[in-house]
């Protein structure tokens, strides 16, 4: 079983809003790019979040709208191994220092996890940070199919409240 690595962190001294992943998945390894598999709908729902068409722009572009409206991604998790994509498959899993990056972020408001995975290591290592505000959102994965995309868009609104 091949060890899959995370990407580094896509924030600047601006980032307000941290959205943490868990790990990647094999399309997004595969082209270096969050978010790249076709059925994840992650770049659908915070086109609608910052009320701006990202589907179908520059992957590069994509990340520079997020920086510019105060949106940093990264994953909670550094590496693992895996077969496929899927969380549920994840095993000797190395955990980031979220908290000790999160330190580095002057302007950091909130944290938002994109799916379970994310929040169950997330909230146990920026528990008690009074600080920061920690927001649970359904997986933007196709995987996820409990929530319809509109569904999860109306969850995902409420980052709105940290946008620039």
């Not at 409990?146 to 995902?156: D, G, H, I, N």
Request: net charge positive; hydrophobic share 50%.
């Amino acid at each position: 079983m091949a060890l899959k690595i995370a990407f580094p962190p896509s924030v600047d001294a601006d980032t307000r809003l941290l959205i943490l992943g868990s790990l990647p998945g094999d399309v997004s390894i595969a082209r270096q790019e969050y978010y790249a598999h076709r059925g994840n709908a992650f770049w659908a729902l915070m086109g609608d979040v910052l009320g701006e068409a990202l589907v179908g722009q520059p992957y590069a572009l994509r990340l520079e709208r997020l920086r510019a409206r105060g949106v940093g991604l990264w994953d909670v998790i550094a590496s693992a191994t895996r077969p496929g994509s899927l969380d549920s498959a994840i095993s000797d899993a190395q955990l980031r220092d979220l908290g000790q990056f999160v330190a580095a972020l002057p302007a950091l408001q909130a944290v938002a996890f994109n799916g379970r995975t994310a929040a169950l290591h997330g909230r146990r290592q920026l528990a008690g940070r009074d600080d920061l505000t920690l927001i649970d959102l359904p997986s933007s994965s196709g995987a996820h199919a409990t929530l319809s995309r509109a569904q999860k868009a109306e969850r995902w609104r409420v980052l709105r409240a940290w946008i620039v």
